[in-house]
């Protein structure tokens, strides 16, 4: 059994009412127990591990938004929840449980609580200066990220992250790494569309002195060095289909043979690739082995575009001119009103790294403290508007208008809202996290 620190802790905040026995023993386990209830704070100390557990057993729901607005204040609080007996699924469509690392039934399994405490226990802390600091936002589409990755991280499986060019999944990869238990070990990240196609199956898999000319020693492959730890395939679908044949056999049989070589050697990497290309569209048109796609695509990331990310896109604006300026000259300190309206208006094309370059630009040119629109590059620029071939745009405006109509002409009440719009009550609730709708707040 592990030592726990004497000034640490392991606690668990329990959402509800822990029976007797229930507090006995997670008290045997190590663990403390202390009741919360919506209206209550959360009070961490430094050290200490910290588990939620949110206590649904007497199918009373409507303390989930309340218990939302709680733990947003500690994101990196990790979760757990009891619900009814004979639930398969999570009884209602909340993004609350869908944080959860764990939904167990009714009547409770200790051991099986227990298990999944000891579980966390033995991650790392999402802390705000920790690993998901580095996926800076709070909009709805990137507290899905952050709540998928928290699924993802613990899970020794491969992931594939899609998404744009620009959009941060290799920030994404890192922090699946560093939030696994493989954290200690390498990260290994290499761009499979940079490589050599003479070289690509050495990079990866290593080779033997005289296996091909040139060969003047034998070399450790990627999958060899990163050997425990993780391999990140970034641009997977630039990878040629000889090397898509070995990068198979990993999978399979966790083990590589280096270029002239016979010998199987063991290996143990958990795969993280990304791509920017319809990988599916690649398998069809054979350009992209079928059986590789599906070793790769078992666990699915996809980060959204910059322009999907609303208030986001001011944060990581802010958080860019803010790091330039801890190393370089510079008299800007924020941005104008005009730049953030310009800002938020605009359909970056280039994403996270468009911005990036527009505000380190501003910065060097800026003849004051506030960055204006102009100095940006954003005057007139491609903003999203109808009739500049923002159609998806217009239609995802007037789906949020459509939603928000009917949950007022209903009093809020979903079930009339799903039958007004013809969609399931699920859909309702789906819908509403898309465009950022707090029916809390709204209500």
């Given amino acids: 059994m592990a030592v726990v620190p004497a000034l640490s802790t392991q606690c668990v905040i329990w959402f509800g009412e ?110 705000p200066t920790h690993a998901l600091d580095a996926l800076i936002g709070a909009s709805p589409p990137m507290r899905d990220i952050h709540g998928t990755i928290r699924k993802f991280a613990p899970v020794d499986l491969p992931v594939l992250i899609t998404g744009q060019t620009g959009t941060g999944k290799d920030v994404a990869a890192r922090v699946l790494h560093e939030l696994s238990a493989r ?79 016979h010998e199987s050697i063991p290996v143990d990497v958990r795969v993280l690739a990304a791509t920017n290309l319809d990988l599916e569209a690649a398998v069809a048109a054979g350009r992209f082995r079928d059986d590789l796609f599906y070793r790769l695509n078992v666990l699915r990331l996809h980060m959204p575009p910059l322009h999907e990310r609303g208030q986001d896109i001011l944060l990581l604006a802010g958080h860019f001119l803010s790091a330039f300026r801890e190393s370089n000259p510079t008299r800007a300190r924020a941005f104008s009103a005009d730049a953030q309206k310009a800002m938020l208006g605009f359909d970056w094309p280039g994403h996270v790294r468009e911005l990036i370059n527009r505000v380190q630009r501003a910065a060097v040119i800026a003849s004051g403290e506030l960055i204006s629109a102009q100095e ?57 996290r898309k465009h950022g709708l707090d029916l809390a707040e709204l209500r």
């Fill in 183 to 261: 954290r200690h070990a390498r990260f290994a990240a290499v761009n499979c569309g940079a490589l050599s196609p003479n070289l690509v199956q050495s990079e990866l898999f290593g080779h033997e002195r005289g296996a091909f000319t040139g060969a003047n020693a034998r070399r450790t492959g990627l999958f060899e060095t990163a050997n425990g730890g993780t391999v990140f395939l970034d641009e997977i679908g630039d990878l040629p289909l000889e090397a898509q044949t070995n990068l198979l056999r990993v999978l399979q049989e966790h083990s590589v043979q280096r270029v002239g070589s």
């Fill in 376 to 432: 940006l590059g954003l005057c007139g620029k491609r903003q999203l508007h109808v009739g500049d071939g923002a159609l998806d745009v217009a239609r995802e405006s007037a789906e949020r208008e459509a939603i928000l109509t009917c949950l007022h002409e209903s009093g809020f009440n979903i079930s009339e809202t799903a039958r007004r719009l013809k969609v399931s009550r699920v859909t309702v609730y789906r819908l509403c």
């Fill in 18 to 127: 822990p029976r007797r026995h229930e507090r006995a023993a997670l008290g045997a386990a190590g663990w403390q127990v202390r009741a919360a209830h919506v209206d209550d704070g959360i009070g961490l100390r430094a050290g200490d591990t910290v588990v939620g557990l949110l206590d649904l057993r007497d199918g009373s729901h409507g303390c989930l938004d309340g218990l939302e607005r709680l733990t947003d204040d500690h994101d990196y609080l990790s979760l757990l929840a009891v619900v009814p007996g004979g639930t398969t699924h999570p009884p209602v469509h909340h993004p609350l449980l869908e944080q959860c690392a764990a939904i167990l039934t009714a009547p409770l399994d200790l051991s099986r609580l227990i298990q999944a405490l000891g579980r966390l226990a033995h991650e790392p802390r999402l802390h």
